[in-house]
């Protein structure tokens, strides 16, 4: 199976602050990855696909950019309702496998 | 409204079965792939299976082949995960996830964009 791997594990950052996770996977994937928020007991809520395409009524300040084996989630200015984990999903070949997650705290 | 909601989760003993049902709406249920994931307490998330539209292709997580099937009754608009053999690993919020799938630059993505609420699996004597 793909490994996928997140960076940071987690991380503290203020409002309006720049942040930029990244993911690297195991193998060549392209552009098959997909990245997802996830707030405290709540479903995850898809934010990027296709490594770059922005899901519809997603907030222009997240931007995923990347390819083969190297990808970045970026927020471009944090605000208070993106204190969250974030997860990478590769769908380029069977399992699908997340990353380990990014948790974003509050500084 | 486009909406899945699932059902079906408990506390089983292990060795023990349990079958989750999500039912969708607002969406024809039959087009599209559909996906459970899981997240086990504290813990990130864990791809378990997918079927397609028609039934007929599915794929399932290394640790859950033979003991778990994905089923759907498109009649009924409805997704299932049959689990036997259940674990204390298995413990977990079950999320069922539509998928897209999305025809981008020539190159099919999937994209989850809708989930449940998930429903909590409990694997202990």
């Known amino acids: 199976a793909i490994q996928m791997t997140q960076s940071p594990s987690s991380l503290s950052a203020s409002v309006g602050d720049r942040v930029i996770i990244t993911c690297r996977a195991s193998q060549d994937i392209r552009y098959e990855l997909g990245w997802y928020q996830q707030r405290p007991g709540t479903a995850p809520k898809l934010l990027i696909y296709a490594a770059s395409s922005l899901e519809s009524g997603v907030p222009s300040r997240f931007s995923g950019s990347g390819s083969g084996t190297d990808f970045t989630l970026t927020i471009s200015s944090l605000q208070p309702e993106d204190f969250a984990t974030y997860y990478c999903l590769q769908d380029y070949n069977y399992p699908r496998t997340f990353g380990q997650g990014t948790k974003v705290e509050i500084k | 409204e486009v909406q899945l909601v699932e059902s079906g989760g408990g506390l089983v003993q292990p060795g023990g079965s349990l079958r989750l049902s999500c039912a969708a709406s607002?969406?024809?249920?039959?087009?599209?792939?559909m996906n459970w994931v899981r997240q086990a307490p504290g813990k990130g998330l864990e791809w378990v299976a997918n079927?397609?539209?028609?039934?007929?292709?599915?794929h399932y997580v290394d640790p859950v082949k033979g003991r778990f099937t994905i089923s759907r009754d498109n009649a009924k608009n409805s997704l299932y995960l049959q689990m036997n053999s259940l674990r204390a690993e298995d413990t977990a919020v079950y999320f069922c996830a539509r998928d897209a799938d999305i025809l981008y630059d020539s190159n099919w993505y999937d994209a989850y964009d809708i989930w449940g609420q998930g429903t909590m699996v409990t694997v202990s004597s």
């Open positions: 607002g969406f024809t249920f039959s087009t599209y792939w």
């Open positions: 079927i397609k539209g028609d039934g007929i292709i599915k």
